[in-house]
């Protein structure tokens, strides 16, 4: 299949060939690996059990496809769906089995009211007062301080009205553990004041290293995508990926000494140097501060060299053809290995990714 499409491509100079390739293939693939994030969600069900696993499907999946992940874990055993907003819940309703929790995690405000009910939806109020007839879980400001109830005012609210009591994390994945300690001794003694509500404050970071942090459910995303909260190797965690991005070496050519790729002329050749152009840009998500990171082309790391543009960057070679596959992400190229690179996360790199059909083409695979 490779190397089909490899034979394919070769024969760019072909322009009736290319364009057709560009067409019916997309400029790059994003592979979405079902199996491992099968693996992920019974990996992070043990670590957290006897606590339920609700998976956090919000953006799209952090840009893995909401549909088939919301399916995937649901079908491994999780016990709820997690999204940022009110919209992203009812798209999500019609895409799953029906009875499914589905909690909208971003602050509840007025304008939602109608869409959480006729979606099913259950919210998260971090304001009072809140309307009656919805489920709502109180989210508690223990210190991340954006939104969130004061711990007096989430007391304030008489149990019966409360189906849930929340909060979130600011430095679960940092290595001092003082922080995340002391919000969880907050939370845990709020959560204590409401017995008969599902207690819940663990993102992927939290459940993997704090088990007082687990209660009743935990909330994993980034977790379940095989992407490493702590910014390591996913491997450490026993966590695989489960996004894979390939494109190809759209066109070879040598840059003799002097001649330079790109804008801002900023790789400059000192001898002659043989580069490919790979079809991905910033406008697909390929960061333009990745400059200088490697990617696979035939299986062997290669730089990326110059300024990364809207559609394009290019990469050293070395005798390896035009046609050559390059793997972006995958094969064991890591999107933390780019958000380093960048400054940032992974979360960052993954979400970013643009998969509409002008563009990268997304295929899941399951196995
Ligand atoms: C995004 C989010 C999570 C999931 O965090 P991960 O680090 O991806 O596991 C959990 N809880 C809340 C409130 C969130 O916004």
Same mark, same amino acid.
């Given at each position: 299949m490779r190397n089909g499409q490899a034979a394919v491509t070769r024969g760019g100079d072909n322009p009736g060939v290319q364009r057709e390739t560009e067409t019916t293939r997309g400029r790059s693939e994003v592979t979405i690996d079902l199996g491992a994030l099968r693996r992920n969600v019974r990996r992070l069900r043990e670590v957290a059990a006897p606590a339920a696993l609700w998976a956090v499907v919000k953006a799209d999946a952090y840009g893995h496809g909401v549909g088939d992940a919301a399916r995937t874990a649901l079908a491994e055993g999780a016990a709820a769906l997690c999204v940022a907003t009110a919209r992203e819940g009812a798209a999500l309703r019609a895409r799953i089995r029906r009875g499914t929790r589905i909690l909208v995690m971003g602050p509840f405000d007025a304008g939602d009211e109608a869409v959480a009910q006729e979606y099913g939806l259950e919210v998260a109020v971090s304001r009072l007062p809140f309307p009656d007839g919805l489920v709502v879980h109180l989210k508690i400001d *223990?210190?991340?301080?954006?939104y969130g109830l004061t711990a007096e005012e989430a007391l304030s !609210? %008489?149990? /019966? $009205? !409360?189906a849930g009591v929340m909060s979130h994390l @600011?430095? @679960? /994945?940092? %290595? /001092? &553990?003082t922080f995340a300690r002391e919000q969880l001794e907050a939370f845990a003694a709020l959560a204590a004041r409401f017995p008969d509500a599902t207690a819940h404050v663990a993102n992927s970071a939290a459940t993997l +290293?704090? %088990?007082? @942090? +687990?209660?009743d459910a935990v909330r994993c995303g980034v977790a379940l995508y095989g992407l490493d909260p702590f910014g390591h190797d996913p491997a450490d965690q026993a966590l695989a990926p489960v996004l894979s991005w390939r494109s190809r070496v759209a066109r070879a050519r040598t840059l003799g000494p002097g001649e330079s790729t790109g804008y801002g002329r900023r790789f400059v050749a000192e001898r002659p140097t043989r580069i490919g152009l790979v079809p991905v840009g910033y406008a697909d998500?390929? $960061? $333009?501060?990745? *400059?200088?990171t490697e990617v696979l082309v035939a299986g062997t790391r290669r730089r990326v060299l110059g300024t990364v543009s809207m559609d394009s960057f290019a990469v050293e070679l070395g005798d &390896? %053809? &035009?046609g050559a596959d390059v793997t972006i992400i995958g094969d064991g190229v890591l999107a933390e290995e780019h958000a380093r690179v960048l400054g940032t996360i992974n979360y960052e790199v993954t979400c970013g990714i643009r998969t509409q059909s002008e563009r990268a083409t997304r295929t899941t695979l399951d196995g």
């Open positions: *223990t210190g991340m301080g954006r !609210v %008489p149990s /019966d $009205r !409360v @600011a430095t @679960a /994945d940092e %290595p /001092d &553990e +290293r704090f %088990p007082e @942090a +687990r209660h998500g390929f $960061r $333009r501060g990745l *400059t200088g &390896e %053809p &035009e």
